[in-house]
Every structure is written in C-alpha cells, then in structure tokens.
C-alpha cells in the first residue's frame, strides 16, 4: 500500500499570500515529482527529484519552487500566488531501484486563488 | 517530442456493459505504457502496464495489451461496474529519461446503474 501524504487536501488563497504545498513519503523513495492538474484533467509534469538536493523543472513551466532536504520530504512553494495558479497538485513518488519502480500518487492539493 | 492520445470522454455506459478506452502514443523507441485510474476526489492509482510488445497487463478485470504495430494500449473491461466510475489516464514512460511519465488527456467514464 502506498503512504504517500499531501497536505492540505483544499486551499483557498488570496492574490500575492505564499503557500507552501506539502508531500511526505514514508517508503523511502529516491524518487519524487509534482504534477499540475488542470480542470480540464490534463497532467502536466512540474518539478522532479532523483533524490536528496536534487531538483529538476519538469516539462511545464512553473513559477513554483520545490526543495528535497530530506528523502520522505518534496514541499511546493508558491511565492506570490495569482489566480492562474488555481489547479490541483499531485506530488508521487517511485523507487527506481525496485522491479516495478512505479509511481505512487498523493491525494492532491485543489489550490484555488481568488 | 513523446505524446500519448486517448478517446475524449465522457464515456457514459450502463452497468454490466463492455468498455473500451482507446490509447495510442508517439514515441522514439519502446516505452513502458500504464494505465491509472483516478477516483473522485484521489489521487492516481496504477491499474496495470505493459513493459515490451504483445505484454498484456490486467488488473480488476480490466486488460489492455501493448501493441507495438499500430503504437496502441487499448484498455478493455468485460462488464464494467457502478463503482467503475472515474477518469482513466494512459501513460507511457522511459526509463532512460528519469522515469517521468507523459500522459494523456483523461478519459471520464461514468457507469449508470
């Protein structure tokens, strides 16, 4: 079973707050990645990790950040948020040594901003 | 670039009916293609994969099988369920690039009783 966390699971947000978007993953996964989700459904690649200080942009620019300090730890950080920001985030994980090196999905963070 | 194309949705059956979900992707060489499921209100779920040609993968009486010759990984279901209902994703992925997965658009499915 997957143990993979997201906090909050709702987020309604103001013009220019920071927000910080947290993902935890107990099964020691090296590796660690956010999606962007629009309402349309489609999944757009933001940010990835290959493990400790490691971060890399994904395929869809973002004005977001990410850090890896720690293996179970992946937080998304906005620093000013807009409107054009509402979307749902979806952080997974994957150990790429194992046989079936799977990605293991979060709930979701549904980010609005009014 | 890497693309996958799945059947715009909704799809609306009626319980016990046989769905298919159509896949097909664009890619240089021989990927890892996937199927997730996402329930309302979660996250994804992997429902089965293929990893070479002619692989057919099967989970929850769902299959699919990876089609080298026309780039396609249709999933089917026999009799599909209320309980079937939610938006399918197929996915490919190479592991030589990171294991990013690029995904296609969603399909929603919805099963009336």
Not at chain 1, 26 to 45: A, R
Not at chain 2, 64 to 93: I, P
Request: hydrophobic share 30%; aromatic share 12%.
């Amino acid at each position: 079973e997957a143990d993979i966390y997201q906090t909050p699971r709702y987020l309604v947000i103001g013009t220019g707050k920071k927000i910080t978007l947290e993902c935890s993953q107990t099964m020691g996964h090296d590796k660690m990645y956010w999606y962007q989700q629009d309402p349309g459904m489609e999944l757009h690649l933001i940010h990835y990790s290959y493990g400790v200080n490691s971060t890399e942009k994904g395929d869809l620019s973002s004005e977001s950040t990410v850090s890896r300090i720690r293996t179970e730890h992946f937080p998304l950080t906005l620093e000013s948020a807009r409107p054009s920001h509402t979307s749902q985030y979806l952080c997974a994980s994957s150990d790429y040594r194992g046989p079936g090196d799977e990605q293991y999905f979060g709930p979701g963070t549904r980010l609005t901003v009014t | 670039g890497n693309s996958v194309t799945q059947m715009e949705g909704p799809v609306t059956l009626s319980e016990e009916a046989f769905l298919t979900i159509n896949c097909t992707y664009t890619a240089t060489g021989y990927p890892s293609l996937f199927w997730y499921v996402q329930y309302p209100g979660e996250g994804l779920q992997l429902l089965l994969k293929a990893t070479k040609a002619d692989d057919k993968g099967s989970n929850k009486g769902f299959e699919a099988t990876y089609r080298k010759e026309t780039t396609s990984f249709h999933l089917e279901k026999g009799s599909v369920q209320v309980s079937d209902s939610a938006v399918y994703f197929c996915a490919l992925r190479f592991k030589a690039a990171g294991n990013k997965l690029t995904f296609g658009g969603g399909t929603r499915v919805l099963v009336k009783p």
